[in-house]
């Protein structure tokens, strides 16, 4: 029996169990982890910045004031941290632009709701405190991986002046392998870990608010990923193109949900071009 779209239950997990398709995660993991332990061990940074409940990392550029990429990790929005993906950190300080890692409060300890405020409230404090980190407050950026791209897309479609702000914090964003429909997400086995409801799903996912107007936005994926991840991008795309709003896609050729992410922090891959692309405009 269908559960959503074509999907019965097994069909609409199978989509989403990220890890069962790519059966070698644990060596992309371990891989992450040598490579960003290199980075906070060896990289400029100023860590654990307390702001509103969780902390984020700074890694300066040399010359200040710098434009600056905010990284949104991934995980399910219920794994990982912040530290797990400071691997991309050396390819944008070597270019001259400062990296901001962002921490939140997992799930289930966090709702979606939660989780969402928490990372407006991290781009706020990045805005407000941006000379502090030799930023320029004109010049911020967002990205995120899976969860993360989620989060990404959640920022550039914010309405800041509920939120405080006179004009959008950022000059750009890129989401990677991100989530923008969230009602999937709560009819498969995600959810006994998120524990969403249909409103919470419906207000949480960037397809249902499309804005006016928003500064430019990279979508991103590896080719090799599951259907409904290429079909969360294409509706997204479509709404974006129709809006008249600027996009730009950067899919990365036989990249899969783990490979894709390593791009970002490939000078020489399409999507880190992209990206520098984006901030250099």
């Known amino acids: 029996m269908a559960l959503y779209r074509d999907y019965d239950k097994a069909g609409l997990d199978a989509q989403y169990n990220i890890r069962a398709r790519v059966t070698d995660h644990e060596a992309w993991s371990a891989r992450w982890a040598a490579a960003a332990e290199a980075v906070l061990k060896t990289r400029p ?12 990392d700074v890694f300066p550029a040399a010359r200040t004031p710098a434009p600056a990429l905010i990284f949104i990790h991934g995980g399910y929005w219920q794994s990982r941290s912040k530290e797990d993906f400071c691997f991309i950190v050396p390819a944008f300080q070597d270019a001259g632009v400062a990296v901001v890692m962002v921490e939140y409060t997992l799930a289930p300890k966090a709702t979606m709701d939660e989780i969402v405020r928490q990372n407006r409230a991290a781009v706020a404090f990045v805005h407000k405190h941006a000379r502090d980190f030799g930023i320029d407050p004109a010049r911020i950026h967002v990205a995120g991986h899976s969860a993360g791209g989620h989060l990404a897309a959640m920022m550039m479609v914010t309405d800041w002046t509920m939120h405080g702000l006179d004009r959008h914090p950022l000059a750009g964003g890129c989401a990677i392998s991100g989530l923008y429909d969230l009602e999937p997400i709560r009819l498969c086995y995600l959810n006994e870990v998120l524990g969403m409801d249909a409103a919470a799903a419906a207000r949480n996912s960037p397809i249902h608010l499309v804005p006016r107007a928003a500064p430019p936005l990279i979508l991103a994926l590896g080719t090799a990923e599951s259907e409904e991840f290429h079909r969360q991008q294409e509706v997204l795309a479509g709404l974006w ?41």
């Open 241 to 281: 193109r129709r809006h008249g709003l600027r996009l730009e896609t950067a899919d990365q050729p036989g990249d899969h949900h783990f490979s894709v992410i390593q791009r970002l922090g490939e000078p020489d891959s399409l999507l880190h071009r992209s990206v520098m692309r984006q901030i250099a405009a």
């Open 45 to 56: 940074s100023r860590l654990n910045i307390a702001y509103d409940r969780e902390k984020l």
